[in-house]
DNA sequence: AAACAGGAGCCGG
DNA sequence: CCGGCTCCTGTT
C-alpha cells in the first residue's frame, strides 16, 4: 500500500480492500459518524481524524506522517493483506465467499482497550441506536472536549475518572443496570496490564477479562476482538447464532458448538470472519423472522 | 391509550 | 440453571 503524508493530511493511494463505510457500519464500533459532505469523523486516543473516501484514494485530514504511523496505521489495521485472508477464508467455502463480496473493503479496527470494555459492557441486552447514545452521552459527560473546525467531539472518558464516580451520578446517562457495571469494572481495570494482555494467548486473555464485573463469555469474546488482543476470538450472540443456524447449519445450535465450529473451520481468522458473515447477514436479513420486510413495512 | 414483549447478556442465589 | 434487572422501542 502506498501512501504519501501532506500538511495536515495523509493519502492512501489505489487502497485495496478499504472501504470507510463497510469498516464503520459493520457493527465493530459505535463513535464515528458521517459529515454531510460525505466523509467520516471520529476521535480516538483523543485525537480527531475526518476521513474521505475520494475513489480509489482514502485521505485522512487533521493528521500528518508522525500521527499516522504511530495511531491510524494500526487503528485500521494497514499492515495486514485483506487480500490474502480473503483468499483464504473463501477457499472452499461459497457462503463465506459471498459474505466478503457483500463488504470486500470492510477491515477489522483496533480500538482502544478501555473504550471498548465499556462499550461492549453497555451493549449487552441492548440495541445498536441506544448503545450509541449511551456511549456519546458518557463522552460528552466524562471526556476532555477536543474542537475540529466546527464540531466538538469528546475523548472516551479516562477510567479513573467513570471510577470515581456513583451509580446515582451515571444516572444521567440512562445505561439502566448497567451503571453498575461500568462503574466496577472501572474500579477493577487499573490492576488490567493491557500490554501484557497483549502478549498473551486468547484463552489467558479471555480469562482476564472475565474477571470483570458486567463481563461474561459474549462481551469478553467482543472486548477481545475489536481491541486486538483475541483476534480469533468468534463472539457469539443471538444474531450469531440465529445466523450460523441459517448459514452453516452444519455448525450446531449451542454456543459452543458454534464456537468449536469456527475455530476448526477458520483458524486464526475466525475474528474477521465473524465480521464478514455478521455484516452480510445483518444487512440481508438473513436468520431474521421477517425476511424482507424491511421495505413491506415502511409502507404504513 | 396502556400494556406488553423483546433487545449485542450478566449476576447472584 | 433461573429470575431479575434499567431503559427504550415497536407492536397490539
Redesign the pocket.
Known amino acids: 500500500m502506498e501512501w504519501h503524508a501532506e500538511k495536515e493530511r495523509v493519502i492512501l493511494r489505489n487502497v485495496a480492500q478499504f472501504d470507510l463505510q463497510q469498516t464503520f457500519e459493520c457493527?465493530?464500533c459505535?463513535r464515528w459518524r458521517r459529515l454531510e459532505n460525505g466523509n467520516w469523523l471520529g476521535i480516538v486516543r483523543g485525537r480527531v481524524v475526518e476521513a474521505e473516501q475520494a475513489g480509489r484514494d482514502i485521505i485522512f485530514h487533521n493528521t500528518e506522517r508522525s500521527d499516522f504511523v504511530r495511531m491510524w496505521h494500526e487503528y485500521f489495521d494497514l499492515g495486514r493483506d485483506y487480500g490474502a485472508v480473503q483468499r483464504e477464508l473463501s477457499r472452499n467455502d461459497p457462503v463465506m465467499k459471498e459474505a466478503i463480496a457483500f463488504a470486500p473493503g470492510l477491515r477489522l479496527l483496533k480500538q482502544e482497550f478501555f473504550e471498548i470494555l465499556i462499550s461492549?459492557?453497555i451493549?449487552?441486552?441492548?440495541?445498536?441506536?441506544?448503545?450509541k447514545r449511551i456511549v456519546e452521552c458518557l463522552a460528552q459527560n466524562y471526556g476532555r472536549p477536543v474542537v475540529y473546525r466546527e464540531h466538538v467531539l469528546y475523548a472516551f472518558p479516562e477510567a479513573d475518572v467513570l471510577a470515581a464516580l456513583s451509580e446515582e451520578s451515571l444516572?444521567c446517562i440512562?445505561?439502566?443496570?448497567?451503571a453498575?457495571?461500568i462503574i466496577r469494572a472501572s474500579r477493577q481495570v487499573h490492576a488490567l496490564d493491557v500490554d501484557a494482555l497483549g502478549k498473551m494467548d486468547s484463552g489467558s486473555v479471555r480469562q482476564a477479562l472475565?474477571a470483570?464485573?458486567?463481563?461474561?463469555?459474549?462481551?469478553?469474546d467482543c472486548v477481545g476482538l475489536y481491541s486486538g488482543l483475541m483476534p480469533d476470538a468468534f463472539p457469539v450472540?443471538?444474531?450469531v447464532r440465529r445466523v450460523m443456524e441459517t448459514l452453516y447449519p452444519e455448525s450446531g445450535t449451542t454456543n459452543e458448538a458454534i464456537v468449536a465450529f469456527a475455530r476448526r473451520k477458520f483458524g486464526p481468522l475466525a475474528g474477521i470472519a465473524q465480521q464478514y458473515l455478521?455484516y452480510f447477514a445483518r444487512e440481508n436479513r438473513i436468520g431474521m423472522d421477517n425476511p424482507g420486510s424491511e421495505a413491506a413495512?415502511s409502507t404504513d
Do not use: C, M, T
Open positions: 457493527g465493530q459505535f461492549f459492557i451493549s449487552q441486552n441492548n440495541n445498536i441506536p441506544r448503545i444516572r440512562r445505561a439502566g443496570y448497567r453498575r457495571y472475565l470483570l464485573h458486567g463481563v461474561g463469555e459474549k462481551v469478553a450472540d443471538r444474531w455478521f413495512s
